[in-house]
């Protein structure tokens, strides 16, 4: 069982920086498979990162590639995700989720969910 939870989202302005955190629980978060999924009212969830057990693999959406870094420290069961040049259509709530297996980047093969960090960035 692992359980996630999220931090550092706040209201930023367009052009700024932000970096997410997942602070995962149970001893075997550093073999699974880690994502960031975000969510905008009246939108579908939408796949932003992922990366691999190890972090040797990442893989993101065409929307934040050159802008967002995600990564991971084992040693802190954390998994992170660095966001620069933010525009006003990064405001979401951000979820991070957990899977044992490769990099997917569908919801529905992440068994793990946080409750999410409310991004915003003002225009």
């Known amino acids: 069982q692992v359980q996630l939870v999220e931090s550092g989202g706040v209201l930023v302005q367009t052009g700024g920086s932000l970096r997410l955190s997942c602070a995962a629980s149970g001893r075997t978060f550093s073999s699974y498979a880690s994502c960031w999924f975000r969510q905008s009212p009246g939108k579908e969830r939408e796949f932003v990162a992922a990366?691999?057990?190890?972090?040797?693999?990442?893989t993101y959406a065409d929307s934040v590639k050159g802008r967002f870094t995600i990564s991971r420290d084992n040693a802190k069961n954390t998994v992170y995700l660095q966001m620069n040049s933010l525009k006003p259509e990064d405001t979401a709530l951000y979820y991070c989720?957990?899977?044992?297996?490769?990099?997917?980047?569908?919801?529905?093969?992440?068994?793990?969910w946080g409750r999410g960090t409310q991004v915003s960035v003002s225009s």
């Open positions: 990366i691999s057990w190890n972090g040797g693999s990442s």
């Open positions: 989720a957990a899977r044992s297996g490769g990099l997917v980047a569908s919801s529905g093969a992440y068994a793990y």
